[in-house]
């Protein structure tokens, strides 16, 4: 069975190139562009991994990992930020998995990806 991938991230040309590098690894990916999205999709759909932006208008990242982990605490959440305005630290204390810094560099991403299809 494939894995599932939920893309939340309000640019949608991140979301896309994301999507198809994931695809093509053989990921089922599912794409929010906001928090409120996210929340819907997460009650829909069971996830075997999560990417998240940090910034996603009205709302942030942090505030999507906030109410996740109280659903689902297993699940690996990795935020996705270009700014210097959140910090692995703030991450971890809401049990997230990790961050990443914008620009994502696709062949990083690509390896990450691949991990987490094994």
Known sequence: MK??????DDEIDNREWIGEL???LGFL???????DE???KTTQHQFDLI?????LGRQNGLDFLKYYRKNDPNTP???MTGFD????HQVYLLQGNGLFYKPLNP???NQFLEKHLV
């Open 38 to 40: 996210a929340v819907m």
């Open 85 to 88: 305005e959140v910090s692995e």
């Open 29 to 35: 990916v599912e794409e929010a562009s906001s928090v």
């Open 51 to 55: 990417l998240c932006d940090y910034r």
């Open 22 to 24: 994931a695809s093509s």
């Open 77 to 79: 959440v990795y935020m």
């Open 107 to 109: 062949e990083a991403l």
């Open 3 to 8: 894995k599932k991938l939920l893309i939340i």
